[in-house]
Nanobody, 113 residues
Framework: QLQASGGGLVQPGGSLRLSCAAS????????MGWFRQNPGQRREVVAL???????NYADSAKGRFTISRDIATNTLYLQMKSLKPEDTAVYYC?????????WGRGTLVTVSS
């Protein structure tokens, strides 16, 4: 089960940290990620973390967002800084593999002055 939290309203240039409680998922073997979606648009990848700890980012997130995890607490994080209005979206955490992709409930991030 996945539950994202930490979204909210932030001004442009601000920061937020999203958290994802991932119960029942073994981070040592799971390929995890953060995705985002706006109404009427495709869900897009933001950041990925492989089981070994390596990461990959969408071009829009590089240099501003950092994905991390706490294996002890089974929590996935997304630290976002220098936020822009175009970062506004519902953010979802996901277990990509192994097994079928699993989605949690999203958390809304609104970047606006």
């Amino acid at each position: 089960q996945l539950q994202a939290s930490g979204g909210g309203l932030v001004q442009p240039g601000g920061s937020l940290r999203l958290s994802c409680a991932a119960s029942g998922i073994n981070f040592n073997i799971a390929f995890m990620g953060w995705f985002r979606q706006n109404p009427g648009q495709r869900r897009e990848v933001v950041a990925l973390m492989y089981s070994g700890g390596s990461t990959n980012y969408a071009d829009s997130a590089k240099g501003r967002f950092t994905i991390s995890r706490d294996i002890a607490t089974n929590t996935l994080y997304l630290q976002m800084k220098s936020l822009k209005p175009e970062d506004t979206a519902v953010y979802y955490c996901s277990k990509v593999s192994p097994g079928g992709q699993l989605w949690g409930r999203g958390t809304l991030v609104t970047v606006s002055s």
